[in-house]
Nanobody, 129 residues
């Protein structure tokens, strides 16, 4: 599975932005993939910003983005979206779309960076004050 993220750019604090991720390749496996958005700010470790279970039924957010970010997925289209609002300068980072294969009985999102096996190229989000 190959992942490609898009939608990054430069915005002002308080603005909104949507990131999209499209999966290609063995997308027949798409609905067995738990997915997430992972970011890495300069000088900091990667962190899972938002994650979503393979069936879209459960999501998890980093505390600092709760109420501002929303993750969703469309398994029929092999896509995942991250809607970001009220952006802050501290949201500035390279954002990665990532996925990991899970068993169908695993309905929880994957909240740690380690288990993610598939990564797209990052897209830079810059939020200025």
């Amino acid at each position: 599975v190959q992942l490609q993220a898009s939608g990054g750019g430069a915005v002002q604090a308080g603005d909104s932005m949507t990131l999209s991720c499209v999966a290609s390749g063995r997308t027949s496996d798409y609905n067995a993939l738990a997915m997430g958005w992972i970011r890495q700010a300069p000088g900091k470790e990667r962190e899972v910003v938002a994650s979503i279970s393979w069936n879209g039924g459960q999501t998890h957010y980093l505390d600092s983005v709760k109420g501002r970010f929303t993750v969703s997925r469309d398994n029929a289209k092999s896509t995942m979206t991250l809607q970001m609002s009220s952006l802050k300068p501290e949201d500035t980072a390279v954002y990665y779309c990532a996925a990991t294969q899970v068993a169908r009985y695993v309905i929880a999102p994957v909240v740690e960076v380690g288990p993610y096996d598939y990564w797209g190229r990052g897209t830079l989000v810059t939020v200025s004050s």
